[in-house]
């Protein structure tokens, strides 16, 4: 109600507001040729031209004050290099640099502006590039008239993909220091022998900020987007550019329209989709996929309304953060291979992070620029780094404001920043460089301080997080359980109780958060159902002891293959035997030869399914203990029936033990227990068709 009524007042106040705006395109296409080119391992020069490279910019103003966008054909634009060049536009323009937001575009094919892995900035280059800007903004300020804005936004799931994929336990891949480190990999999905499941969820959302005269003729359109890049070889815009032309040629052939295509939170998406058998993926060109994904951003454009009073506000933060520096064992290494290395480039990998190592250790931290700006009730924030899809999922679903984009790479290029729990991972998101260099925390710290700031922006409190209740979610709440972990969030330690008993469960060690659940449409009312994939890690429940008739309901979606590894997995129950706490009854999937696969049910002895537990795929898993008997349900089916030898349940651990390297390991969700062992009916009512 508070927020209802901060946001109503806001909106009362922005009818006063004289709303203009002003847009412009300036080529930063490199005038000298070879030029170095970031975005690989190592460096190297490019000299031919495929596309023109440009800055786009918009201006608008309330008539009170004015704030500045531009979106630069760019890999990535160190912050050092963005604030010279705003305090020259701010010379030459009188805005504020503060309201100025700058962002890259992240193509892989464009001139190094900055230091980065085996490349230096172009010393030719960056010089031009600066002067640029300042006169995209300059030209954008001159060109301000009465105007209107309005949002759109649309479903282009089939157009982005997660790229980082868990590897299997026993798959470990080798990192550039000598060790196997690598749990999670970019494009390890690409093998399925090898890897587990996605770590991580995407955003689907294609949003679109249009901008009109206040007559109705088209000024500007930017577009934002999570997908990394699609990739060319020559000095090309890649699809960013033939994006923002498809806007052009479309809405406004002719005249001075501009359009923009912003980079969302892509660090670990792309636009292959992994989960499709190799034979069945689409493999289209640049100019197929972009001209999809134009026919989805026109039926947005389509059904934009618009208004002419918007207000706007922009808030901008500075904070440092610790880099991850190396130890003295790791600093001597480094020390001693680029030694050897002497004036040449790095050649290796290796010799790529020794030296990346010396420049951490020189530098130990760093600023960085978080800003947040609201146009109506319309809110951009930004970070400086390759954010994952989740963290922009977090800031969307925080954010006061009803219609929002996350800008990522924007006023700084500070490299990778994976969600906390990530970093144990291993992968080239992780290995400390200027790449992926700042502190464990730094993906928290930045979230955090752009939710901060479109709270202070809007002038109201963030919006508290929740799923709808869909008709799978009534039914469990219909058959009371004493506790009930939806597993919708975002992050750890603690997974809420839904039942209303307090009981929460503790998330133990690795977990991976916010991926797809099953059935959206049955358990979110239409909203995307969430779970989290259990990367070795478990989920801890302390209850109490519920006797000898209790059950257990829950959704399973298996990530392991069933290649006859004795492979244990998903529920574990300790009971109390005269106060001591014992091992209880053990349900998972497991077995070697012909029970491989095969749902396992342990206590004194194994009870075996029928039913292979196919990868990647919903289950759903009901397990009924009543006087000393057991029943295991799959899909609504009995699957197990036999003798249990204990009764009482007072510990549950779900997920893998985290002791080997033949651990289960996926996804679970809607975990419910019950107090008494539920009928064939109540298991019915549980379960859907699994997909």
């Known amino acids: 109600m508070i927020r209802l009524i901060l946001l109503t007042l806001l909106l009362a106040d922005s009818l006063h507001a004289e709303f203009k705006a002003g847009a412009a395109v300036i080529d930063i296409t490199p005038p000298k040729l070879p030029v170095l080119v970031n975005g690989g391992m190592m460096s190297r020069y490019v000299d031919k031209i495929k596309t023109q490279i440009h800055a786009r910019a918009i201006l608008m103003s309330d008539g009170k004050s004015q704030l500045a966008i531009v979106v630069a054909d760019s890999c990535m634009m160190s912050r050092e290099v963005l604030d010279d060049a705003k305090a020259m536009a701010a010379k030459k323009t009188g805005i504020s640099a503060d309201r100025m937001l700058i962002s890259a575009t992240h193509a892989h094919s464009v001139p190094a502006s900055m230091g980065c892995l085996g490349t230096d900035p172009d010393p030719n280059y960056v010089p031009f590039l600066k002067e640029r800007l300042v006169e995209a903004i300059a030209a954008a300020q001159a060109a301000m008239e009465p105007a209107r804005i309005g949002f759109g936004k649309a479903d282009a799931a089939a157009f ?107 660090g670990d998406i792309y636009r292959v989709d992994y989960t499709v058998p190799e034979k069945e993926r689409p493999k289209p060109t640049i100019d197929e996929y972009t001209s999809g994904l134009l026919d989805i951003a026109m039926k947005a454009y389509a059904g934009i309304q618009y208004r002419d009073d918007a207000d706007i506000a ?34 290796t990998p290796t ?12 530098r130990q931290q760093t600023e960085i620029v978080v800003q947040a700006l609201r146009v109506g009730d319309i809110g951009i924030a930004t970070t400086p780094n390759e954010t994952y ?5 977090k800031i969307k679903a925080a954010s006061p404001l009803p219609h929002n984009m996350v800008i990522e790479l924007a006023n700084g290029g500070d490299g990778y920043i994976p969600p906390p729990e990530m970093h144990a991972w291993g992968g080239y998101n992780t290995w400390a460089a200027r790449s992926a260099g700042l502190e464990v925390m730094a993906e928290a710290k930045i979230t955090g301080a752009a939710i901060e700031l479109l709270e202070k922006v809007s002038a109201a409190p963030r919006r508290p997080y929740g799923l709808r209740a869909g008709p799978a979610t009534k039914a469990i709440a219909g058959l009371k359980p004493v506790a009930w972990w939806r597993l919708n969030e975002f992050t750890g330690p603690l997974a809420a109780d839904a ?58 979606w298996n990530g392991m293959p069933n290649d006859g590894r004795d492979v244990s997995g998903w529920l574990y129950s300790r009971d109390h035997n005269h106060g001591v706490s014992a091992y209880g009854e053990h349900l998972g999937i497991g077995g070697k030869g012909g029970n491989a696969g095969k749902l396992i049910f342990q206590t004194d002895t194994i009870l075996a399914g029928k039913t292979v537990i196919s990868r990647w795929t919903w289950q759903h898993l009901a397990l009924v203990h009543e006087s000393g008997k057991v029943r295991v349900y799959l899909n609504g089916v009995l699957e197990i029936e036999g003798e249990a ?28 227990i019950f107090n008494r062992a539920l009928n064939v009916e109540d298991v019915a009512k549980l379960g859907v068709p699994h997909d």
């Open 314 to 347: 922009m808030e901008e933060r500075r904070m440092t953060l610790k880099y991850r520096t190396p130890d003295k064992q790791r600093l001597e290494w480094a020390q001693r291979i680029v030694a050897e290395m002497g004036d040449r480039l790095a050649k």
């Open 499 to 556: 039942s209303g008993n307090h009981r929460d469960a503790s998330y133990e060690t690795s977990v991976a958060y916010y991926l797809e659940g099953p059935h959206s449409a049955a358990f979110c009312d239409g909203e995307k159902n969430r779970a989290p994939h259990f990367v070795g890690g478990r989920l801890c429940s302390e209850q109490a002891d519920l006797g000898g008739a209790w059950s257990v309901s829950l959704w399973l």
């Open 351 to 362: 010799e790529v992070y020794a030296r990346e190592q010396i420049i951490l250790h020189e």
């Open 389 to 393: 899809a989740i963290t922009g999922l």
């Open 160 to 266: 982005t993909a997660l790229r980082q994929w868990i590897r299997r336990p026993d798959r470990l891949a080798e990192d550039p220091f000598g060790n196997m480190t690598v749990r999670a990999a970019m494009h390890a999905g690409a093998k399925w022998d090898d890897a587990v499941g996605e770590a991580g969820p995407e955003d689907p959302d294609l949003s679109l900020i249009s901008i009109q005269t206040k007559a109705g003729k088209p000024l500007a359109v930017m577009g934002n987007f999570s997908m990394h890049y699609f990739g060319d070889k020559d000095i090309s815009a890649d699809y960013f550019g033939l994006f923002s032309e498809g806007l052009k040629l479309r809405i406004a052939s002719e005249g001075k329209f501009v359009g923009l295509m912003s980079h969302g939170c892509s």
């Open 645 to 672: 030898k204990r009764s009482g349940i007072a510990q549950c651990f779900f997920g893998g033990r985290s002791d080997n390297d033949s651990n289960w390991e996926g996804r679970l969700d809607e975990i419910a």
